[in-house]
């Protein structure tokens, strides 16, 4: 069975850094598209970053200027590193991976199959 574990979320102030962990069971992670998804109160779950195969990263908007997607495939381990967080980054962090993203789509939710449970970030 594929298991994603997230950790590493809780609170934090404002202009504070985070480190999110997935650890991946059950996969070759090397081999698959990975990626972070946030889903805020009473929002839709949104892409965060996502990073292939290759170590080609995509984010969402300007994220790309706090944030940062890496991964230790020896560790089968996905991070997301943030930094300078806003309370408006609160939410529900969520890892996912798959084999098959079509290029230009990596940050959309329906082009994962497997998912974590979700990590909390507030931000205050």
């Known amino acids: 069975d594929v298991q994603l574990v997230e950790s590493g979320g809780g609170s934090v102030q404002a202009g504070g850094p985070l480190r999110l962990s997935c650890v991946f069971g059950?996969?070759?992670?090397?081999?698959?598209?990975m990626a972070w998804f946030r889903q805020a109160p009473g929002k839709e779950r949104e892409g965060v970053a996502a990073?292939?195969?290759?170590?080609?990263?995509t984010y969402a908007g300007s994220l790309k200027d706090r944030f940062a997607i890496s991964r230790d495939s020896a560790k089968n381990t996905l991070f997301l590193h943030m930094n300078s967080l806003r309370p408006e980054d609160t939410g529900m962090y969520y890892c996912?991976?798959?084999?098959?993203?079509?290029?230009?789509?990596?940050?959309?939710?329906?082009?994962?199959?497997?998912w974590g449970q979700g990590t909390q970030v507030t931000v205050s």
């Open positions: 996912a991976a798959d084999r098959g993203v079509v290029p230009n789509t990596e940050l959309w939710e329906s082009e994962y199959s497997f």
């Open positions: 059950g996969i070759v992670t090397s081999r698959y598209y």
């Open positions: 990073i292939d195969s290759a170590g080609s990263t």
